[in-house]
C-alpha cells in the first residue's frame, strides 16, 4: 500500500501552485475554498488562487506548496503573504513497491535493531 495514500498538508497554511510564489516579493491570491482532513478540496487551483488547508488534509494535485499560516494574512477572500518558505510542507505520497520487490537489504539501515 501507498502510505501516506496522497500529498498531505504537514501544517496548518494555505495550498498554492509555485508558479505563483515568488521567493521575497509580497503575493496576493485569491481564496477560493479549503481542506480539512476527510474533507478534500474538490476543484482545482488556477492560477493566482489557493485554498485554506488544515494539517494532515490531502493537497490537491494542483498545487504543491503549502506555506504555514504564520507567514499568512487572510482578509476575506484574499490571501497575502511575504516570500515563501524553503521547505514545501508536504508529506509527499510514496508509492508502494509491490510485493515481492526489495527495496533495502536486511541488516542495513537506522532500524535493524531496536532502540532499547
Given at each position: 500500500m501507498d502510505l501516506?495514500?496522497?500529498d498531505?498538508s504537514a501544517v496548518?497554511?494555505f495550498?498554492v501552485?509555485?508558479?505563483?510564489?515568488v521567493?521575497?516579493?509580497?503575493?496576493?491570491?485569491?481564496?477560493i475554498?479549503?481542506?480539512s482532513?476527510?474533507?478534500?478540496?474538490?476543484g482545482?487551483i488556477?492560477?493566482g488562487?489557493?485554498?485554506?488547508i488544515?494539517?494532515g488534509?490531502i493537497v490537491?494535485?494542483s498545487a504543491?506548496r503549502v506555506?504555514m499560516?504564520?507567514l499568512?494574512?487572510?482578509d476575506g477572500?484574499?490571501?497575502?503573504?511575504?516570500?515563501?518558505a524553503?521547505?514545501t510542507?508536504?508529506r509527499?505520497?510514496?508509492?508502494?513497491p509491490?510485493?515481492?520487490?526489495?527495496?533495502?537489504?536486511?541488516g542495513?539501515?537506522p532500524?535493524?535493531?531496536?532502540?532499547?
Amino acid at each position: 500500500m501507498d502510505l501516506p495514500f496522497a500529498d498531505l498538508s504537514a501544517v496548518d497554511g494555505f495550498a498554492v501552485r509555485n508558479v505563483d510564489v515568488v521567493v521575497g516579493a509580497r503575493v496576493r491570491l485569491r481564496l477560493i475554498g479549503q481542506a480539512s482532513s476527510g474533507h478534500p478540496f474538490l476543484g482545482t487551483i488556477g492560477r493566482g488562487q489557493a485554498i485554506r488547508i488544515l494539517t494532515g488534509a490531502i493537497v490537491p494535485e494542483s498545487a504543491d506548496r503549502v506555506i504555514m499560516q504564520e507567514l499568512c494574512t487572510a482578509d476575506g477572500e484574499a490571501l497575502t503573504f511575504l516570500g515563501a518558505a524553503g521547505k514545501t510542507h508536504c508529506r509527499r505520497r510514496v508509492v508502494d513497491p509491490g510485493r515481492d520487490q526489495r527495496v533495502h537489504r536486511v541488516g542495513r539501515g537506522p532500524f535493524t535493531r531496536a532502540p532499547w
